[in-house]
Structures are given as C-alpha cells and as structure tokens.
C-alpha cells in the first residue's frame, strides 16, 4: 500500500506540471468537435425514436407507475431525454478513453520514464494494437455492465457504489496495459499485472469514483436536458482530465515496481549458477 501512496503524490505532482494540463487540451478539444456535431445530426432523432416507442409500447404509464413508488414521478416527463443521456454516456466515455490513450498517454509514459525512471530499459512488451484490443472488449463488457445497471442510476445512494466499480474495473484493465507497454517485456507484463492486480484495482476504484464524478451532472432531471449541451462540455473535460491523473497514477505505479522487480533479479553472470 506504501507503493500506491507514493506512486499517489508522484502523480499529484505530475498533472500540476503545465506539460500534463496542456495534455487535457486537445483530447478534449477533439471530443467536442466530434461529439458537437454528432449531437446536432443525432440527438433530436435518437429522442424521436425512444418517445415513438414508449408511446406505441404504452410504456410511459408503466414507467410513470414505477417512478411514483419512489416519490420520482415528475422524472416521467423528461424520462426519454434523460434516457437518450444516460446511452450516450458511455459513447463518451468510450471517445475521452480513446483520445487520451492515443494523444496523452505516449507524453504521459515519456514524462514519467524520462523524469523519474531516465535508466530503466524499454524492453516494448505491448503494442498500439494489443492497446486498442483491449480497450475495445473491455469497453464492449463495460458498457454491458452500464446498461444492465442504470436503472439504479436512478438512485443516487446506488450510483456512488457502482459506477467507481465499473470504472475501477474498465481503468485498471486498460491503464495498466499501456503504463507497461513500453517499458516492460511481455512476461513482465503477465506477471506484473498479475501479481499486483489489487492493488492496481485499488487504483482503479479511487479514480473511478473520481470519474463517478461528471455523471453527478446528469442527476439534475429537467435540468440536465436544458442545459444538456454545457452540461456534456463540462463532463467530457472532466472525463479526459481524469482519464489524465489516472495514466500518471498508473504509470508511476507500474514504473515504480517494475524498478524494484528489475532491482531484485540476478544479474546476467550469476544465471548460470542457478540453473
């Protein structure tokens, strides 16, 4: 734990430096031009369909009874918008993840390795394909897990446990892989990510429930559909910002044990007397 403490402030450290913030920029920059001009083409039809359906189901008299056991009745009438939100959203998760993989985290390993860890060597055990790979299925499992679950989004207490879980589980499954990717071989990778994974789960609930925080901004009802473009702004700027904290953090950890790992192995003359 004393690790994750440490590879903690270290990452502090590292997103006040202006080279880390200036990373968020075009991440973000990207993602609202990108998702700008999906919701002008997208968002009034998406919600065309879903209130189309709901009325031909009847589904808003079950919805409308549903909602009234829990004192939520009046979410009924903005309940397709709310909706048509709450798919999008990990759409969005998915393109800040992408971005930030693609454009930060290269900078974010060569600032940790060239600031912290200049003598560690770059044995490249992971590629931009295996990256993408598994960004992609874990995603895929991710947003499975997102849409069996956001009915209980509808109940605040619920959402502080399960989105830092499904974020936990989404970060540490993609972080971790690309914090090693350049610096550790293959079998490091196995083994790391195998021997350390609580506590890289463990960094990955923390952040998660840091990235828990821009869905707060949907919990608005009425609100969050008049303001639903600010709003989508400001969470996916949030969404990159600590998508960036968690490379740093992830990438201090894993450089950090991997140093000591390399630290305890024999050195290239003394194999011979262990076989």
């Known amino acids: 734990m004393r690790v994750v403490a440490v590879s903690f402030g270290r990452a502090v450290l590292s997103q006040l430096h202006l080279r880390m913030l200036l990373l968020t920029v075009l991440p973000f920059l990207v993602s609202i031009v990108l998702w700008g001009v999906g919701l002008w083409l997208g968002l009034q039809p998406m919600i ?28 009924n009438t903005v309940l397709v918008p709310l909706m048509a939100m709450w798919v999008l959203l990990p759409l969005m998760i998915l393109t800040a993840l992408v971005f930030v993989g693609v454009m930060a985290m290269p900078a974010i390993v060569r600032h940790v390795g060239g600031r912290w860890y200049p003598a560690l060597e770059k044995r490249r055990g992971g590629t931009m394909l295996g990256s993408l790979w598994l960004a992609f299925y874990s995603f895929i499992l991710f947003a499975f897990l997102w849409i069996v679950t956001l009915p209980l989004s509808l109940f605040p207490p619920l959402t502080f446990v399960i989105q830092p879980l499904l974020w936990g589980w989404l970060t540490y499954r993609v972080m971790a892989y690309d914090a090693l990717a350049e610096h550790a071989s293959r079998d490091e990778m196995r083994s790391l990510l195998r021997r350390h994974r609580w506590p890289l789960l463990l960094i990955g609930t923390v952040t998660g429930a840091m990235g828990a925080a821009p869905t707060l901004l949907w919990l608005g009802g009425a609100l969050s559909v008049i303001f639903f473009p600010v709003l989508a702004a400001g969470a996916i700027w949030l969404y990159v910002l600590v998508f960036v904290f968690t490379g740093l953090w992830f990438e201090h950890y894993c450089l950090q044990v991997l140093a000591a790992e390399r630290g305890r192995l024999p050195a290239p003359g003394e194999l011979k007397d262990l076989n």
């Open 48 to 75: 065309d369909w879903l209130h189309g359906w709901f009325a031909e189901t009847g589904s808003f008299s079950t919805t409308g009874e549903i909602l009234g056991w829990f004192g939520l009745g009046a979410l």
